[in-house]
């Protein structure tokens, strides 16, 4: 069985975003390796102590230089979210781990929710319910199935279940890779997990 390349992820994060489109572009045939593991990134900050590049200075300036940046490099359109950082992504990640029966579905969940939050003319209030149905009502999802998997029990242990094994195999942000045991933090270090992809076989 050939080895997969493990995406966690949180909706919050713009350099997830990045990261989503730089997967065709750094893993070209691999890409189809890929498995999402959505994670609860508050919860990986505040266990590791890990702080938001916004709360210093010249690290959030940077961050936004360079988010355009990697935007330019893999040709994708980029609009800062009016209600970032205070986002309550948990639902639409628990929504997504629910659509993982479906890899295909899954996908196209994940760019809508990427695409909604941070490209779309009028943003995404990640917890505003109405504006979800709507939006997943308009792509073509069963908007009462994603709000469903976006409440269930089964789903809320899930996300706790990505973020916990993420922390414990060494994980401190998003996006993080894993190849095997092996963490790559960042959508700049997908050159290095595509070679490991490809040792590992």
């Known amino acids: 069985m050939s080895a997969k390349l493990e995406f966690y992820f949180d909706f919050i994060s713009p350099f997830s975003y990045v990261a989503y489109h730089a997967l065709p572009h750094e893993l070209g045939d691999l890409s189809d390796r890929v ?19 916004g709360l210093v200075p010249a690290k959030g300036k940077y961050m936004q230089r360079d988010l355009q940046r990697c935007c330019a490099r893999y040709g994708i359109e980029f609009r800062m979210n009016p209600h970032f950082p205070m986002m309550n992504t948990r639902p639409m990640l628990r929504a997504a781990i629910g659509l993982a029966d479906d890899a295909d579905t899954q996908k196209r969940f994940i760019e809508t929710i ?88």
Not at 117 to 123: F, G
Not at 173 to 187: I, K, N, T
């Open 35 to 53: 498995e999402f593991r959505p994670l609860f990134l508050g919860a990986v900050m505040q266990t590791t102590g890990n702080r938001p590049p």
């Open 114 to 201: 990427f695409h909604h939050v941070w490209r779309a003319e009028e943003p995404l209030k990640t917890d505003d319910l109405e504006q979800v149905r709507a939006i997943c009502a308009s792509a073509g999802f069963d908007a009462d199935r994603i709000l469903g998997l976006a409440e269930s029990e089964e789903t809320k242990a899930r996300l706790k279940a990505n973020t916990d094994s993420a922390i414990e195999r060494g994980a401190f942000g998003a996006p993080s890779f894993f190849v095997e045991d092996e963490l790559f933090f960042g959508h700049d270090r997908l050159d290095y997990a595509r070679e490991a992809l490809i040792a590992a076989g």
